[in-house]
């Protein structure tokens, strides 16, 4: 267990592999990346981890750091605790009894889907919004990206937020109480959580809503699945079904759309794609919508299977994961089972802290000099041309607009302006490449074929 | 600062262009969330009520470090009997227009919940203008 500092982002750029193009930046939901020497720069403030930017990256520039697989081999005890989506990666001849085998071939000593017992976690949500009758509807707080979100650019949703942990905290807590139940101690105990997508693993390394993450490894979905491949064996495949025990149908669909929304309220509603979700808690906080009980909010199109560290397609994904639950018995059924011995303690664990605003968009602490900065703010967008295209490496000309009054860019970033300026000799052609190169990089515009980013065409 | 926007009658679609603005610009000077979101919902209405009932309207924002002016003027049939318009379940809106799911007799009555001052004034026939101030 560890304790990170503040806000911990898993998004970073090799400065190598950087191309200097505008990809990233025009895909960003919360304008957080600029092109300055000619790289991508992501603001740590205003990231809320979607991953937008790295499927927009043509240069594979954008990565993401993780826990080295070797990290498991300290630890006596040492789970593989997963989400039901990574089944859903494999093509349908491989079997989940093949995937565990391997997984348990890899190193892993003991194997939870992490979704189990998720009747808990329902149970838990339920109650929540049947006492609370403060906000309405209420937000589901599974999506990382969507609660980050929320609280940079909606703060008066945070009421609405559901006080409940992720489905990988009731995992691991289980696979805690069971392995301690047997005499393990937690030191000996590395719980290795493998992760569709970004967010998840920035809300591990720093916990939303909890003081500190139970998990002891992030691994990405990716790196694991080239492993488990390697690991199939097609003979002699052992019967691995009692690992799956508490396993259950609305376990496995949970991380899918509707997964939870389908479980909750008279009337819910599920919406996916990190843009549908800006434009309806817009509409949200307008006041613009009907009398919805519960809102289910996830980042990625098609949610977790369309995580961006997913190495399956989502829609096969999806597909897989549907089938595989008929074979798989719904929650409620699961009324008299043993493990329902273990409810109070784990529901308990499932409870988080509430989650503060983290406003960013505010131009200055000082009401008077942000009224200063928007007015002069309108007054620059005046002569900006208006065509958001990029070239001063700013997303588009309103939030050149706003780096200018922050002082983080000045007028002769716009190339458009600039232009304007040489016909009226006020700046020299040579002053003005070399504002140019600043932004972009040296010689970026002399002609040469193996120039980084030369052939764009094709994604 | 001034903030202007002018509105058509009819248009269902563009209600709401105001509001959205209004509200990026508050966020950025650091209004609390609370005193947005009254904002956002009387300007919303307003825009509707012209929408819905007039011509065509005009719309100038005034910021000020403590308060917000809106003044809201449009061309169109005008308000008779002003405090019957106030109260909650009134309306003249058509059958078309409730059934897009507007002219429930809510908008002024939740405009005047939502704003800490409001002014109507009306000339039947002509115009409508409505000011609301909200102080941060």
């Known amino acids: 267990m560890h304790r990170l500092p503040d806000t911990y982002h898993a998004l970073k750029v090799d400065a190598q592999k950087c191309i200097g193009c505008t990809h990233c930046m025009q895909s960003c939901p919360t304008e957080a990346i600029r092109i300055r020497n000619g ?93 609370d009758k403060k906000a309405r509807p209420h937000i589901s707080t599974f999506c990382p990206s969507v609660v980050r979100l929320i609280q940079i650019r909606y703060p008066s949703l945070l009421d609405n937020l559901i006080p409940r942990k992720a489905p990988h905290d009731l995992g691991a807590h289980l696979a805690l109480e069971q392995l301690q139940n047997q005499g393990a101690q937690r030191d000996e105990i590395g719980i290795f959580y493998i992760t569709p997508c970004i967010a998840k693993i920035s809300s591990v390394k720093s916990p939303l809503g909890e003081k500190e993450s139970i998990v002891d490894g992030v691994i990405n979905m990716n790196v694991l699945y080239n492993k488990v491949r390697k ?56 006041e613009e919508v009907p009398d919805i009980d519960f809102l289910e909010l996830r980042a990625c199109d098609q949610s977790c299977a369309g995580g961006n560290l997913t190495a399956g397609n989502r829609f096969l994904t ?7 639950a008929k074979r798989y018995e719904s929650s409620s059924k699961f009324k008299d089972h043993p493990i329902q011995r273990l409810a109070p303690k784990l529901k308990s664990k499932l409870i988080s802290d509430p989650i503060d605003a983290k406003p960013v968009f505010i131009l200055d602490r000082d009401r008077e000099k942000a009224l200063e900065k928007m007015s002069k703010m309108q007054r620059i967008i005046c002569f900006l041309p208006g065509i958001d295209c990029g070239a001063c490496g700013a997303p588009n000309c309103q939030a050149l607009a706003e780096d200018m009054v922050n002082q983080k860019a000045k007028m002769s970033d716009c190339v458009f302006l600039q232009q304007t300026w040489q016909e009226e000799n006020k700046i020299s052609t040579s002053k003005a490449l070399k ?9 970026r515009f002399k002609a040469d074929c193996n120039k980084r980013g030369r052939r764009n065409e094709g994604f | 600062m001034e903030l202007n926007f002018s509105i058509e009658g009819g ?18 000077l650091g209004v609390d969330p609370k005193c947005i979101k009254s904002i956002v919902i009387a300007l919303y209405e307003a825009e509707v009520n012209v929408v819905a009932h007039a011509h ?14 809106t003044i809201i ?6 308000i008779p009997d002003i405090a019957l318009a106030m109260q909650e379940g009134f309306s003249t809106a058509s059958k078309k227009v409730r059934e897009m799911g507007f002219g429930a007799g ?31």
């Open chain 1, 39 to 131: 790289l991508a720069v992501i603001d740590k403030k205003r990231c809320v981890d979607c991953g937008q930017c790295l499927r927009a990256c043509p240069a594979k520039a954008i990565f993401v750091e993780q826990d080295d697989l070797d990290k498991i081999k300290s630890f006596k005890y040492r789970v593989a605790l997963f989400p039901a989506v990574t089944i859903g990666q494999f093509p349908e001849n491989i079997s989940e009894n093949q995937i565990y085998d391997a997984l348990l071939k890899i190193g892993f000593t003991h194997l939870y889907e992490l979704e189990q017992p998720i009747g808990f976690l329902k149970d838990s949500i339920k109650e929540y919004c049947r006492k």
């Open chain 2, 56 to 69: 065509r309207g005009q719309i100038r924002i005034q910021i000020e470090k403590d308060k917000i002016i």
């Open chain 1, 435 to 443: 504002n140019m190169e600043k932004k972009w990089g040296k010689d």
């Open chain 1, 318 to 324: 999806v597909e897989r994961l549907e089938h595989r």
């Open chain 2, 11 to 28: 248009d269902f679609t563009q209600a709401g262009q105001a509001s959205s603005r209004v509200k990026k610009v508050l966020k950025q």
């Open chain 2, 73 to 78: 003027e449009d061309e169109g049939p005008g």
């Open chain 2, 106 to 136: 809510m908008g002024l009555p939740n405009i005047k919940k939502n704003t800490n001052e409001l002014q109507i004034d009306s000339v039947v026939g002509e115009s409508t203008t409505v000011k609301m101030v909200n102080y941060f």
């Open chain 1, 231 to 286: 690991n199939i064996r097609t003979t002699d495949i052992p019967d691995t079904s009692d690992r799956r025990e508490t396993l259950t149908r609305d376990g496995i669909l949970w991380s899918l759309t509707r997964g939870e929304a389908r479980h909750f309220g008279e009337r819910s509603m599920a919406i996916d794609g990190i843009h549908n979700v800006i434009r309806f808690l817009e509409r949200l906080e307008n």
